[in-house]
């Protein structure tokens, strides 16, 4: 969702559209250090060119002391590394969520879920060995509880299926007795 809408001249002046005024750099830094998300395009070309204008506000945070920006104190270089680190985390979690909800019961699908690990970068081909046979392993434990609560669960609907049975045949005597009794 996008706060502010910024429009970049070609003469390098950004316009604010919701305050109908021209900012700065510094304007820019202040929204982004009070968490507004902010969207730049360029008047001419209507192109979104946020990208460039937060990589000259990083220039110019750095060139002028680290203090427009409220970030860590870490290099261009870390904050990129760091970025990088959490989508690859966000990545996992998003594939480990998948995986939780997954009913898979197959090798192939076991197969399936270790390449893509693989793919994304989180494990490599010695550690997918052991990722199979863990997943093999974790989804046959699944399933033996899986099959455990199933099995559990018809006990007791036959047991309850039973009781109605019982029920129902002492209710169909009972009407058989007072049906035998209003006819007399």
């Known amino acids: 969702m996008v706060d502010m809408i910024i429009k970049k001249y070609s003469n ?25 998300n902010i969207k730049v395009i360029d008047k001419k070309s209507g192109k979104d060119v946020t990208s460039h204008v937060v990589a000259a506000l990083l220039q110019k945070h750095y060139d002028q002391g680290k203090k427009l920006l ?40 076991v197969d399936k879920i270790v390449d893509q690990l693989i793919e994304e970068g989180f494990i490599n081909d010695e550690m997918a060995i052991e990722a199979e046979e863990t997943l093999w392993r974790l989804m046959k ?16 609907d036959i047991e ?25």
């Open 160 to 184: 309850e299926c039973e009781k109605l049975k019982d029920e129902n045949t002492k209710l169909k005597a009972e009407i058989k007795k007072l049906r035998k009794a209003q006819k007399k």
């Open 70 to 109: 409220d970030i860590p104190d870490e290099s261009p270089l870390e904050l990129i590394k760091n970025k990088v680190k959490m989508l690859k985390i966000k990545r996992s979690i998003e594939i480990l969520y998948e995986l939780v909800k997954l009913n898979f019961s197959d090798k192939k699908t």
């Open 141 to 156: 434990e699944r399933n033996v509880k899986l099959e455990q609560k199933i099995a559990k669960r018809l006990k007791m």
């Open 12 to 36: 390098r002046k950004l316009y604010d559209t919701s305050t109908k005024k021209f900012i700065t750099l510094k304007d820019i830094a202040r929204m982004l250090n009070e968490g507004k």
